[in-house]
């Protein structure tokens, strides 16, 4: 569970999961203080460290030589629809048979499942 308050200051929210206290905020040109990612920021940041904890696990696991993974992700609203492009740089001596099985377990990270999933969220007023 991550709970999310905001007080008076434009667009400040604290975020506390239970282990871990963090921001999110939106950019100047929105009103915001900049002091922190905006939330479509931190969407991007999950699927981009999902897939980067993903891809190192596997490798691991395999015992493959991946020196380093960088993955980039951008979030755009086209037309109604959320579009993720996620762009992934592997550093080592990975064959091709190797790269294009690790962009396969990119896909299957949690994150990556989540956003492709079917989607529902409940939401209720706490008395």
């Known amino acids: 569970?991550?709970?999310?308050?905001?007080?008076?200051?434009?667009?400040?929210?604290?975020?506390?999961?239970?282990r871990h206290l963090f921001g999110a905020d939106e950019p100047v040109e929105k009103d915001g203080q900049d002091t922190a990612p905006a939330p479509d920021?931190?969407?991007?940041?999950?699927?981009?460290?999902?897939t980067?904890?993903?891809l190192r696990m596997y490798a691991?696991?395999?015992?493959?030589?991946?020196d380093g993974v960088e993955v980039e992700v951008t979030l755009e609203r086209v037309e109604g629809?959320?579009?993720?492009?996620?762009?992934?740089?592997?550093?080592?001596?990975?064959?091709?048979?190797?790269?294009?099985?690790?962009?396969?377990?990119?896909?299957?990270?949690p994150v990556s499942k989540t956003l492709s999933g079917s989607i529902e969220i409940n939401t209720s007023i706490n008395q």
């Not at 569970?1 to 604290?14: D, G, P």
């Not at 920021?41 to 999902?50: D, I, Q």
């Not at 992934?88 to 299957?108: C, P, S, V, W, Y």
């Open 81 to 109: 629809k959320t579009v993720f492009t996620r762009n992934i740089t592997f550093k080592g001596n990975l064959d091709d048979e190797q790269k294009e099985r690790l962009l396969q377990i990119a896909k299957l990270c």
């Open 52 to 54: 980067a904890i993903t």
């Open 41 to 50: 920021e931190l969407l991007e940041a999950s699927l981009a460290s999902c």
């Open 1 to 18: 569970m991550t709970k999310a308050s905001i007080a008076t200051t434009k667009y400040r929210v604290q975020l506390d999961n239970g």
């Open 60 to 66: 691991d696991r395999k015992q493959w030589n991946l």
